[in-house]
């Protein structure tokens, strides 16, 4: 397993058609109009398709399982996230975590990292802020 480094960025960047956010929110139970129905969605406030909040965390959760289990094994410890825009269909989307602290648990045989993460669109607007802790060890 590699250091753990603070400051260190993790990125990836996604733009959700359409279908997949349907297909999403149809696996998650949730039948908001907002996410299956191109009519009703043009006339919100929102002017089309959006994303469901569980879709965007759960991509932002996926990020860090991916990025600390390519050499290692991680565990979610816990994650908080703020909604601040809606993620529109096939908006092009930066999500980002920043490992901001990391402390050695003998006891857990593994590091408690800290992150701060955001998730931007292509004019910089924040769409979602959070933060994560998680135990980055050799295995679990």
Not at 3 to 12: D, L, S
Request: charged share 20%.
């Amino acid at each position: 397993m590699r250091p753990i480094q603070i400051g260190e960025r993790i990125t990836a960047q996604v733009a959700l058609t359409r279908a997949e956010i349907a297909r999403f929110a149809t696996l998650c139970g949730d039948q908001n109009p907002l996410h299956h129905d191109e009519a009703y969605a043009l006339q919100t406030r929102f002017g089309g398709i959006i994303a469901c909040g569980p879709h965007i965390t759960s991509l932002m959760m996926g990020l860090t399982a991916t990025h600390f289990s390519r050499d290692g094994a991680m565990l979610g410890l816990e994650f908080t996230f703020r909604f601040r825009k809606a993620v529109k269909a096939d908006e092009q989307i930066t999500m980002e975590w920043e490992i901001v602290a990391a402390e050695y648990k003998a006891s857990l045989q593994g590091s408690l990292v800290t992150l701060h993460g955001k998730a931007t669109n292509q004019e910089g607007q924040e769409a979602l802020t959070g933060t994560g802790k998680i135990l980055a060890t050799e295995k679990l």
